[in-house]
């Protein structure tokens, strides 16, 4: 099963993702994760890419497919795999259509996860992540059970992204409605775009999904 999380930056789509990707065997493809791992190391493509994703703007599509292509194609991703994050431009949806031809695979549910975009800027600002083991957490509607201690990891080191404070999230915010809002149509318009309720409580959000995924 092949899936793509559509939303706005704070919807929920990669807490989301690694809940399916461990109830269903799939592989959340996560195109922000792929390229802060690339700036971590230091690589070509990381440098590129840094000074957009700092300031809140949109990579390169060509870079971008160009990741993604390379990445469906590894051995872990025939089990099926969850898009967070990607497509985000008309180019991109397009792009995926005919490399997903090309291919000979699919996508089963394009998901759209419906917010309300004013809460979206306290949900991104809050949140955090252990850096040991990746878990996310939030300062306000997910804390640590231990005041600084991981509940998955006991790791006591923890991190926030450089691109989630406020003034970038804005920018992030406004990205999104002028160069992703216009692939929702698209889907829409091919009559093959669901919905779930992004402003639930995590839990029920992805008993919704579970619903549609069946
Ligand atoms: P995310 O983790 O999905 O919020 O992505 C973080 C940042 O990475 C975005 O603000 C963009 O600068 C960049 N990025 C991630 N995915 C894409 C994409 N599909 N197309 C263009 N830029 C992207």
């Given at each position: 099963m092949n899936l793509i999380l559509l939303g706005p930056?704070?919807?929920g789509k990669g807490t989301q993702a690694k809940r399916l990707q461990d109830g269903y065997g799939l592989v959340q493809l996560s195109t922000g994760d792929m390229l802060r791992a690339e700036v971590a190391s230091g690589s070509y493509l990381g440098k590129q890419a840094k000074e957009v994703m700092d300031s809140g703007g949109l990579v390169s599509d060509e870079l971008i497919i160009n990741m993604i292509s390379g990445r469906i194609d590894k051995d872990d991703c025939k089990a099926g795999f969850i898009l967070d994050g990607f497509p985000r431009t008309t180019p991109q949806a397009e792009a995926l259509d005919s490399m997903l031809q090309d291919k000979g695979l699919t996508i089963d549910h394009v998901i759209e996860m419906t917010?309300?975009?004013?809460?979206m800027v306290t949900r991104i600002t809050g949140r955090f992540s252990c850096s040991n083991c990746g878990a996310g957490y939030h300062d306000e509607f997910q804390k640590t059970e231990?005041?600084?201690?991981?509940?998955?990891?006991?790791?006591?080191e923890f991190t926030r992204r450089a691109d989630d404070n406020a003034e970038t999230v804005r920018t992030r915010l406004e990205a999104y409605h002028e160069q992703t809002a216009p692939i929702l149509t698209y889907y829409r318009e091919k009559g093959v775009m669901e919905s779930v309720d992004?402003?639930?409580?995590i839990d029920d959000v992805t008993e919704q999904l579970n619903a549609l995924l069946g």
């Open positions: 930056p704070g919807a917010v309300d975009d004013d809460a231990k005041d600084g201690v991981c509940d998955k990891c006991d790791g006591t992004g402003m639930a409580l």
